[in-house]
């Protein structure tokens, strides 16, 4: 395997517009003679499916939710980064850019991240014109708030509701396409696995929930839009439905996997509560504008916070990183938290939390503007918790969240299988070892609205894929071994349930491979991972049957997967012989406890190849060069 | 907490649904009713049984995929409060708790608890958006929209398609749903060239969808946990009137 970014060359600024230049065309009356498969439909998913569809090639969109609307991309609650600079206050191109790099721990690509800070203002054009309902000020205009790891304040938002905003534009688009033709719409349709032929991505391998018929669907492309995989620690802020298995498959399939092991922990979570729990609740990241963190000074202090005098409060994110204070990053906020927590200073029962407190915010600015900023996210707070952060404070914990890798792929974001290309949460491109708040919708609606629709023509021009035969015998080994696995699934009859083998592997991720990490935790993961596999494929029980509606079997399938990919995740983070952003190696650490990185050894992508079944994955590395920014010791002090 | 379950169990759209009863012991008051669900079907499951069918994703009451009827109201009990939000503090040791899928012509049953809700995609996809395709947009701010718009605006597009509107509404009418997305795009400049059309073209697909007309009875908006208000079907009306005057 050979990784070519295919980077244009050209000044920083300039390489996208040559690039778009340089790219081929399909003709317009040719288009329609192309079939595009979208996998997923959030934002990335259904940006592309649309505007490929405006173009007027024939897509085919398949999502497992019953309804395009109801992709997880809905869930984002505070906003969407854009450098369009309304507030005056020094943003541009080129600050989004740097503080997309930094925040990254410089472990992403220059080319990719600068040519998402440029398209970032065409998205809230393009959202704006589709009737997204953005907050705006009195005199009509677009208003913004501050997230962290940004001195500027460019986070355009709705409510405590951007994502599910965003999202409903998108699926409108959508659905105009779908009623035009152009777009076909196959809900309730999970993927197992991708097709190629003669080195090509030419479709993929489908699962109908309702009727439990698999099927193949051949294309002369497949876009993968399947977000991420925090679901690999069984609790995390993502819906119960995200799974790794349409990324993993296609890695089993000849995809190279960039940065498995960047995760990134929420430092704003509400904190667990019992075992029965199945999925943390974000509390968004805009609640540290105007909340306040801190815990006791003293550990295992048993007063209620109401009681606990200022000078006896640790606000130890302004007290350590008095530039940024409670804005700072997510992973450096997560540890923090997990810092204090482990001196005894955390608070709630279980002693795993930390207080956000808006009582200065209400004291300043009333209770009435605190409700109108973040009202329902109060509101979500208290139904949960059953406790009123109007007059107590919040209690949060870092939760799994987000994962910055995913399938890597080139400029044109096209994985290392021609014709297989990753979009969004899905593929490893911008966010590099940390991902910034409000950058996941930025660029999930990036490359779906502004980038698939060139580089995808580009490809189609460019390799014109043949017509593929159904009965080719790629296609029917492919098939025949997605049925193979689902009555493997069913014909196991053991006597534990699949959610028990899902919180076993989420407990070993968590402790091994979650906001700390170091060789000898990683290394047990290493053996416990596959023991479990093995007790999986032994002991699981899948009730029912294949041709019907089978929840359980739906989770069965996409455990497993896990259950090989938790390895790789082990596996890369193990190699990792450094601290960047997400992935803390307690080896590696300043004296003062922050990330210490290794640019001389680790400013490279890792980018690993399935060298087939009992095999060592095989580890390929693609240079990070970094032309126009000046590698620095991340400092938010 | 100690309860009693009668759950609608039904295999397929065309067979026969009935109620079965499951005890639930051992409920904690902090868990979620879906979390409550889980642990039911789980002991379903060991024991060989198929776990009870039902839809839901996200679990923080946006995606709008859980969907049932709790002791005959769409989400159960809480106001403005989805199942997957809802919390077993709200229910009293001891209760019976009878669980069904949202009952309406327009949802036909899947399996158990899970029914068809594509007919709200079908509504949208008749005219429930902008027609502006990618890369046509001028830019943000060169139209100013004024704030109280916005907020109007914001508050019907909050609709998060669950379809409880539907399942509480004795008619089994999608007004509320309608409404929401005509008001949301209504509200807006950027609505407005289509404004007329959207009206008449979603209220066709509607009534094509074997969704019951409206007749005020507010149901729907009880049920709403996402509150939307009901003033957004006055503006249908509003709207569907004048769009049907101009039309002829």
């Not at chain 1, 609307?69 to 740097?98: E, P, T």
């Not at chain 1, 590099?432 to 660029?443: C, E, I, W």
């Not at chain 1, 053991?494 to 402790?511: C, Y």
């Not at chain 2, 069918?53 to 995929?65: K, T």
Request: include cysteine; proline fraction near 5%.
């Amino acid at each position: 395997m050979k990784l070519d970014a295919r980077i244009p060359g050209g000044p920083l600024d300039k390489k996208w517009d040559l690039h778009r230049f340089e790219m081929k065309l399909v003709n317009p009356a040719n288009k329609r003679k192309h079939t595009v498969i979208v996998v997923g439909s959030g934002l990335a998913g259904a940006s592309a499916a649309a505007s490929l569809g405006e173009l007027g090639y024939r897509v085919e969109c398949y999502c497992f939710q019953d309804s395009p609307r109801r992709a997880h991309s809905i869930a984002a609650q505070g906003g969407i980064n854009a450098a369009k600079n309304y507030q005056n206050d020094g943003d541009s191109v080129d600050r989004l850019f740097y503080d997309t790099i930094k925040g990254g721990d410089f472990r992403a690509r220059e080319a990719n991240v600068y040519r998402l800070a440029q398209v970032s203002v065409n998205i809230i054009d393009q959202c704006v014109a589709q009737g997204v309902p953005f907050a705006r000020e009195y005199g009509g205009l677009l208003a913004n708030r501050s997230f962290g790891g940004a001195q500027v304040s460019r986070t355009f938002y709705a409510r405590g509701q951007t994502g599910q905003q965003l999202l409903l534009g998108a699926y409108q688009a959508l659905e105009r396409q779908i009623a035009a033709g152009t777009v076909t719409m196959f809900p309730r349709t999970e993927m197992l696995d991708l097709v190629v032929v003669d080195g090509q991505a030419r479709g993929i391998i489908t699962r109908d929930l309702v009727s439990g018929a698999v099927e193949t669907r051949l294309a002369d492309a497949v876009v993968l839009a399947t977000g991420g995989y925090g679901n690999v620690f069984y609790l995390s802020t993502n819906a119960k439905g995200c799974n790794v298995t349409a990324t993993f498959r296609a890695w089993k399939r000849g995809a190279a996997f960039g940065n498995p092991c960047y995760t990134q922990i929420h430092p704003t979570c509400i904190p667990v509560s019992g075992d029965y729990q199945s999925k943390l609740t974000l509390m968004s990241e805009s609640l540290r504008n105007d909340g306040r963190v801190w815990v006791p000074k003293a550990p295992r202090d048993p007063r209620t916070p109401g009681d606990i005098p200022e000078a006896e409060r640790d606000y130890y994110l302004e007290r350590k990183y008095p530039s940024y204070g409670n804005l700072s990053p997510r992973d450096i906020a997560s540890r923090a938290a997990k810092e204090v927590c482990d001196e005894g200073r955390g608070v709630g029962e279980t002693g795993l939390g930390v207080y956000l407190d808006f009582a200065d915010a209400i004291r300043r600015l009333g209770e009435d503007t605190i409700r109108e900023r973040y009202g329902n996210l109060f509101e979500m707070y208290e139904r949960i918790t059953g406790e009123n952060p109007y007059r107590l404070p919040m209690r949060i914990f870092p939760a799994a969240h987000y994962t910055m890798g995913g399938l890597w792929v080139d400029y044109n974001l096209m994985s290392t299988v021609p014709g297989l290309f990753v979009l969004g949460e899905a593929n490893f491109s911008d966010h590099g070892a940390n991902r910034l708040g409000a950058s996941a919708l930025m660029q999930g609606l990036a490359d779906g609205y502004f980038i698939i629709p060139y580089t995808l023509g580009d490809y189609l021009a460019t390799a014109r894929p043949a017509p593929v035969d159904p009965g080719h015998a790629e296609v029917r080994a492919t098939e025949a071994a997605v049925r193979e696995r689902v009555s493997g699934l069913l014909s196991v009859s053991g006597t534990r349930t699949v959610d028990d083998f899902h919180r076993a592997l989420g407990k070993i991720m968590w402790q091994y491979c979650g906001m700390e990490r170091n060789a000898e935790g990683l290394r047990r993961a290493l053996e416990e991972i596959p023991a479990l596999r093995r007790e999986f494929s032994r002991d699981v029980r899948v009730v029912g049957t294949g041709e019907e509606l089978n929840q359980s079997l739906e989770r069965a399938g996409r455990v497993a997967d896990f259950l090989e990919f938790a390895e790789l995740m082990c596996r890369d983070a193990l190699h990792r012989e450094e601290s960047c952003g997400g992935h803390f190696r307690t080896e590696h650490q300043t004296p003062d406890g922050e990330a210490q990185r290794d640019d001389e050894r680790f400013a490279y992508v890792a980018a690993w190849e399935y060298a087939g079944e009992g095999r060592d994955p095989v580890l390929h590395r693609e240079p990070l060069v970094f032309e126009n920014v000046h590698l620095a010791t991340r400092s938010y002090k | 907490m100690r309860l009693t379950l009668r759950i609608w169990r039904q295999p397929g759209p065309s067979s026969t649904g009935r109620f079965e009863t499951y005890p639930a012991p051992d409920v904690s008051p902090d868990m979620s009713f879906l979390e409550m669900l889980d642990v039911v079907n789980e002991r379903l499951e060991t024991s060989g049984q198929a776990p009870i069918a039902f839809d839901h994703d996200c679990r923080e009451g946006i995606c709008g995929s859980c969907s049932m009827m709790i002791n005959g109201i769409p989400h159960g009990p809480a106001r403005a409060t989805t199942t997957c939000q809802l919390h077993m503090r709200r229910f009293r040791d001891g209760d019976t708790i009878t669980i069904e899928p949202f009952r309406a012509a327009a949802f036909p049953v899947v399996r158990d608890l899970i029914v068809d809700r594509s007919a709200l995609d079908r509504i949208i996809e008749a005219g429930g958006y902008v027609s502006v395709a990618t890369g046509n947009a001028p830019e943000a701010n060169a139209m100013p929209v004024p704030k109280g718009s916005a907020e109007r605006a914001m508050d019907a597009a909050q609709c998060i398609g669950c379809g409880a509107c539907v399942a509480a509404c004795p008619n089994g009418s999608a007004m509320l749903f309608t409404a929401a997305k005509v008001t949301h795009l209504g509200m807006l400049p950027q609505g407005q060239p289509e404004r007329d059309r959207r009206v008449l073209t979603m209220v066709e697909r509607m009534d094509l969808e074997q969704f019951g007309g409206c007749t005020n009875f507010g149901e729907c908006h009880e049920a709403c946990p996402k509150e939307i208000p009901l003033s957004t079907i006055a503006r249908l009306n509003h709207d569907f009137l004048k769009a049907s005057l101009l039309a002829d």
